[in-house]
Structure formats: structure tokens, C-alpha cells
């Protein structure tokens, strides 16, 4: 059991400082992602931006994703067929659910990047990183649309997840890293002891907070996302 986001995050860094990684870059899924690599980046010294998935939620169980939309032009839907097909759910009903979901993209992108691109992968090593994955569905997303921009390599990087998730994403990532992967998997708040809910403000804050303590190895200009759109902060603000 990890005390919170940030201790999941310090551990999983030091796992990943042991890699030899060419032009590493993170890449926080929000919001639980980010706390955590903010660590990993601090500790690998290098960049760190965000990749906008929103997860498709099963009938009566929004937690259970039977589908994920990441943001792009155009965006890519990931689906997961079992849960889907555990619901019986028709072409129609999930092209619904899936339309329900696009608005809430695209206030995440503004509030999170206030119209400007995310920072490009080509050639790069990309950590993808997250606070933890139940069925991987938002994780495989990114990692099929992250392939599309050309990285040199896809590291998937979390705290938890069932030994199944683990290896289904070692099938899409070139390599996975996942601290602890119990066999008879819970909640994922049950593997932490302080796991708040977070809001965009926190994303936004943690993201500047990177971002204003200066430029990293290898971080180029060290210009990062979210400290490029203090605007969008203050829209994110009025939201909560």
C-alpha cells in the first residue's frame, strides 16, 4: 500500500532512474496521473506534459470504462470489447456514450492547455504515467495514439495493477513498469492511504509548480504545457 500519490510517484521514479532512457518525456494522464509524474519527471530531470483521455463509462458504472476517446485531430476511440460485450451494448448506444464524453474533452483541453499543442514525442522516449489501471482501457488508448506521433519507445509506467492488466499492456507499450500487481485486485483506492479526489485547479498547480522551478536536463527551452496558459488556469478556477 503506497501513503499517497506522491510516494507511489518517488517509488516508480526510482524504478525508472535505474533504465538507461534516450530523451525521456512524461506524460501524466489526468487527473490522477499527474502527482505522480511530477515526481517521475523531477527525478529523471526531464520534461513533463499531459495526455487528455476521457474514459467511456459502463451503464450504472462510470468507473468501469468500456470505451476511452483520446484528444486529437481526429481524436481516437479505444474500445474494450469484453465490457462491452458484457453489456450488450449496441453500435447506437455506444456511439451515444461516446458523444456524451466529447464535451467534457474538450473543456479538459482548454482548461488544460487553452488551445496550444501538446509538446511533440517524435524520436523521444515517452513514460506514460498514471496513479494506477483497473482494465487499462484509458492507458491502451494513449499508448495507440501516442504511437501515432512517432517515439522512439512507450514506456507505461503506474503503481498498481492486476497481473492480466499488466500483460495486456505489455502488449501495446514496449515496456511496462508496474510497482505491484495483486492477484486479486480491488479499488484502486484501496492500495492507497490518502487518495482525494483531484480537480483541475490541483492538475494546473502541480503542472505549474514543475514548470516554474526552471529548466531541466534535457528539457530543451524547459518550457512546459501548463505554464504556457496561466490563462487557462484561471478559466480552470472559475469551474471548481
Known sequence: MFRDRQEAGQ???FE???LTLQDPIVMALPRGGVPIAVEVAKTLQTRLD???VRKVGAPGNPEL???AIVDGDPPDVVLNREIVETYGLGDD???ARIANERPELARLRMA???????LPVDGKTVILVDDGAATGTTMKAAIRALKRRSPRKIIAALP????DTATELAQEADLVICLSQPARFRALSYYYMSFPQLTDRDVLDAMNMVAQSGPVAGSGNGKQPAARSARARREADTKE
Open 11 to 13: 517509488m516508480l521514479a
Open 16 to 18: 525508472l532512474a535505474k
Open 50 to 52: 499531459l495526455i487528455l
Open 65 to 67: 470504462a468500456v470505451a
Open 93 to 95: 448506444a455506444l456511439r
Open 112 to 118: 488544460y492547455r487553452g488551445g496550444e499543442a501538446p
Open 160 to 163: 498498481v495493477s492486476p497481473p
